[in-house]
């Protein structure tokens, strides 16, 4: 059963730093993607930033592009979002989520994700 476990939200004052972590547990990375998603109240989800367990290719939104890092430890099944010059507007609750096989299809249009982890809250203040 693939399970997956967010941590690291949290209150932030704008320009700060977070980093999100995403374990994972009954599968390993190879074929999956690994996707960050995002939801603010009173929006859709959209995501954010994605990767490709196979070759740790990795895709991000462009709201988020060049402030946001996404990286994986395979040794530890874990994903991590590192999250720079944070703004109010990325104000939402942040999920992970994974699917397989052909992690780039999923990358890419970050549509399809079955398996769902519970979010974290991430608040930055202005």
């Known amino acids: 059963e693939v399970q997956l476990v967010e941590s690291g939200g949290g209150l932030v004052q704008a320009g700060g730093s977070l980093r999100l972590s995403c374990a994972a547990s009954?599968?390993?990375?190879?074929?999956?993607?690994i996707g960050w998603f995002r939801q603010a109240p009173g929006k859709e989800r959209e995501g954010v930033s994605c990767?490709?367990?196979?070759?740790?290719?990795?895709f991000y939104a462009d709201s988020v592009k060049g402030r946001f890092t996404i990286s994986s430890d395979n040794a530890k099944n874990t994903v991590y979002l590192q999250m720079n010059s944070l703004k109010p507007e990325d104000t939402a609750v942040y999920y992970c989520?994974?699917?397989?096989?052909?992690?780039?299809?999923?990358?890419?249009?970050?549509?399809?994700?079955?398996?769902w982890g519970q979010g974290t809250q991430v608040t930055v203040s202005s």
């Open positions: 009954g599968f390993t990375f190879d074929d999956y993607a």
């Open positions: 989520a994974a699917e397989a096989p052909f992690p780039y299809h999923y990358c890419s249009g970050y549509g399809g994700f079955g398996s």
């Open positions: 990767t490709t367990g196979s070759d740790g290719s990795t």
